[in-house]
């Protein structure tokens, strides 16, 4: 569905998404968000504020976590994009995912997709965090219904997991 056409422009992007090779026709001012959630049909990834301060938007392309709604969706030509609904494996939560549902981390959940995919990353380049490490990872993603202390002690506990071998 192409939700506005800038002139009669459409551009085709090719990119791996959860495993998957993608290729999708829209129109070059759609960003990747609306390309993911609308074109893809993967509504993990919210659109909170729509100016990337809230991260109810991160997905992760080529290893970094981006929001969704500042990325073009031309810009994932290429690319390798990460949201939640790839990070469980073989019918199986993520650690972060258990950690989270165990341990309260969430509340209405908007803006556990985001935190999610932050966390994975995250884990993925630092399994020994601190408290104050965590913290400072997450910080682009906001919640608003309760503060942070569950979602990063599920966070922790989640690398704690990790660390002796469980999601790896």
Do not use: W
């Not at 070059?28 to 993967?42: G, M, S, V």
């Not at 392309?61 to 390798?80: F, S």
């Not at 494996?89 to 993520?94: D, I, P, Q, S």
């Amino acid at each position: 569905m192409l939700k506005e056409r800038v002139g009669h422009a459409t551009v085709t992007i090719r990119c791996v998404v959860n495993g998957v090779e993608r290729t999708v026709t829209t129109v070059p001012n759609r960003t990747a968000l609306e390309l993911i959630r609308e074109d893809l049909a993967l509504t993990g990834a919210k659109e909170g504020c729509g100016t990337g301060d809230c991260g109810a938007c991160t997905i992760i392309v080529d290893g970094r976590p981006v929001n969704g709604c500042l990325l073009l969706a031309p810009m994932l030509d290429g690319k390798t994009v990460l949201t939640v609904e790839g990070v469980a494996r073989g019918g199986k939560l993520h650690p972060v995912q258990q950690t989270m549902v165990e341990m309260g981390g969430l509340q209405c959940g908007f803006c556990t997709p985001g935190f999610v995919v932050t966390a994975v990353n995250f884990l993925e380049h630092n399994l020994n965090p601190t408290e104050e490490e965590v913290r400072v990872a997450i910080a682009g993603n906001l919640c608003r219904c309760t503060g942070y202390s569950k979602i990063v002690d599920a966070i922790l506990e989640a690398a704690k997991r990790m660390r002796e071998g469980e999601g790896r």
